[in-house]
């Protein structure tokens, strides 16, 4: 069984920072993608940051500059720096990835979620 758990949502104020992560457990055998994405009260969920396996990123141009996204491939583990937080970044953030199981399976992961709120 595969799972993403997130933590370190809260509620922080504008122009604060705060940092989100993801670990992956189970029987992986390797992840290739992982990303986070954030949901608004009535929005669709929308890509945050990427990474690639070989530590490409992409951003979107909402949080470029504010925004780091990072893994560590031995904890298996994926990271988002988030600093000069504003209240439109006010959303339930996700991690996903796209794993390869132990039996050499490939799948899409999503996590259960974290709440970030940034008030003004």
């Known amino acids: 069984q595969v799972q993403l758990v997130e933590s370190g949502g809260g509620l922080v104020q504008a122009g604060e920072s705060l940092t989100l992560s993801c670990a992956a457990s189970g029987s992986i055998f390797s992840i290739d993608n992982m990303g986070w994405y954030r949901q608004a009260p009535g929005k669709q969920r929308d890509l945050v940051a990427a990474?690639?396996?070989?530590?490409?990123?992409n951003y979107a141009d909402s949080v470029k500059g504010r925004f780091t996204i990072s893994r560590d491939h031995a904890k298996k583990m994926l990271y988002l720096q988030m600093s000069s937080l504003k209240p439109e970044d006010t959303a339930v953030y996700y991690c996903?990835?796209?794993?390869?199981?132990?039996?050499?399976?490939?799948?899409?992961?999503w996590g259960q979620g974290t709440q970030v709120t940034v008030s003004s």
């Open positions: 990474i690639s396996s070989g530590g490409r990123s």
């Open positions: 996903n990835a796209d794993i390869w199981s132990s039996s050499l399976a490939r799948r899409n992961y």
